[in-house]
């Protein structure tokens, strides 16, 4: 069984950053991806960004140069850098980690972007 926490989420203003975390406990072997969803009410979820096993990170258009993917392997611990935040940035940000073909979810963490 994994279990994931995200944290980091908050109120923040256009042009503001934020960092997200995502803890991983349990039983944690050949992990196949790690990333962040978003989804945004009344849409569907989206990738944000992902860091493959032996992959290089992908990033979802809309964010390339602004948010940054990093893991602490050691810790269990996946990040996401949010800078130049916009307001079509509000969301729930999702940790998911796929394991042995597995995925699983976090219960997100809430980002809002207003003045």
């Known amino acids: 069984q994994v279990q994931l926490v995200e944290s980091g989420g908050g109120l923040v203003q256009p042009g503001g950053s934020l960092r997200l975390s995502c803890a991983a406990s349990g039983i944690i072997f050949s992990i196949n991806a790690m990333g962040w969803f978003r989804q945004a009410p009344g849409k569907q979820r989206e990738l944000v960004a992902i860091i493959p096993s032996g992959g290089n990170t992908h990033y979802a258009d809309s964010v390339k140069g602004r948010f940054t993917i990093s893991r602490d392997n050691a810790k269990n611990i996946m990040y996401l850098q949010m800078n130049s935040l916009k307001p079509e940035d509000t969301a729930v940000y999702l940790c998911?980690?796929?394991?042995?073909?597995?995925?699983?979810w976090g219960q997100g963490t809430q980002v809002t972007v207003s003045s």
């Open positions: 998911n980690v796929v394991m042995r073909g597995v995925n699983y």
